[in-house]
């Protein structure tokens, strides 16, 4: 069974830097996606960044384009979201998920979420 758990959320002042990682196991398949998304209070989900751990490619939202990075440990079965410049509306819950790809509709696995606190 695939399980994912989110860690490293905190509160932390506007313009500062957090990491965030995301452990899993349980992939039958060679190749699959992290992606990171997150849930403000009163704001549907969004999809924040992705990785797709076959070639390496990533994709952002554009909100988050340059200011966070997502990158793989395959040794640890670990993706950060390394996140800069960090702003009070990125405050929110972070979650990571798993599926095959970053461009799955839906993705299928998903773990606890951790709290992410931007202060102004």
């Known amino acids: 069974d695939v399980q994912l758990q989110a860690y490293g959320g905190g509160l932390v002042q506007a313009g500062g830097s957090l990491r965030l990682s995301c452990t899993f196991f349980g992939f039958t398949y060679d190749d699959y996606a992290i992606g990171w998304f997150r849930q403000a209070p009163g704001k549907e989900r969004e999809g924040v960044a992705c990785?797709?751990?076959?070639?390496?490619?990533?994709h952002y939202a554009d909100s988050v384009k340059g200011r966070f990075t997502v990158a793989n440990d395959a040794v640890e079965n670990t993706v950060y979201l390394q996140m800069k410049s960090l702003k009070p509306e990125d405050t929110a819950i972070y979650y990571c998920a798993g599926d095959r790809r970053c461009s799955s509709p839906y993705f299928g696995y998903w773990g606890q979420g951790t709290q992410v606190t931007v202060s102004s």
């Open positions: 990785i797709d751990t076959g070639d390496g490619s990533t």
